[in-house]
């Protein structure tokens, strides 16, 4: 019994460096062109290996958009969930997100944003599981927004879902500038807007070793 639970442990350890892998891919080649034998080449592993985690394309591209939406729970949304109810709850949602594009967690920006571009035309269980995830986050940051109103942080006429709709807005839009127009300057004037939008102080960036390596004006 003990081998069993030892090759079981390792086989989950595979599948999981192999979502890690797809989920990095997917963010600079898209959904759409996430293939087992693509697949297969980055991982240097065989085509029938592969087969044997995920039966067809669409069985590993939802398994990817699984692995990157716990990606995401980690990355964003437990950090946020640590600050406390209000606003200050609010801010560091919206600040995980631009540090998680920002420490290049994905090569490719936000892997939802890009795999939003890549499937929103195209109807079926990929698409839809994009669209859940999209929702979820809207609604997240809506619920947020409502908390700070319930606290009196935020102006009790505010609408928590016209807010979040902007909030967003100001996210992606921070993540196109960083990704598709390499500008380093995306980050800070995303927390800026956010902040006069909240009527709030700017928040700082963060300024780790890591996070200067990963801007793209760096690599060159």
């Known amino acids: 019994m003990a081998i069993e639970t030892d090759e079981q442990t390792k086989g989950e350890r595979t599948r999981t460096a192999i979502l890690d892998q797809a989920a990095r891919l997917a963010t600079v080649d898209g959904l759409e062109g996430l293939t087992i034998g693509h697949l297969a080449l980055a991982t240097s592993m065989s085509k029938s290996g592969l087969y044997a985690h995920f039966g067809s394309k669409q069985e590993l591209q939802l398994a990817t958009i699984d692995a990157a939406r716990a990606t995401f729970v ?11 109810k209000g606003i200050k709850r609010l801010l560091a949602a919206c600040d995980a997100y631009l540090s998680h594009i920002e420490r290049r967690v994905f090569p490719g920006g936000c892997f ?8 929103g035309t195209r109807p079926g269980p990929v698409r839809d599981a994009i669209a859940a995830q999209q929702r979820e986050w809207l609604t997240l940051l809506e619920r947020l927004a409502r908390e700070a ?7 009790p006429e505010t609408d928590p879902a016209q807010l979040a709709f902007e909030l967003k807005a100001l996210l992606v839009a921070a993540n196109t500038s960083f990704i598709l127009l390499e500008d380093p300057t995306a980050f800070a004037r995303a927390r800026q807007a956010i902040a006069q939008r909240l009527q709030t102080p700017t928040p700082q960036p963060p300024t780790s070793p890591q996070t200067r390596r990963s801007s793209p004006t760096s690599r060159r």
Do not use: H, Q, T
């Open 74 to 84: 980690d990355e964003v949304l437990r950090p946020a969930l640590r600050a406390p």
């Open 112 to 119: 939802f944003s890009a795999a939003a571009a890549d499937v």
């Open 149 to 155: 109103i319930e606290l009196d942080e935020l102006n």
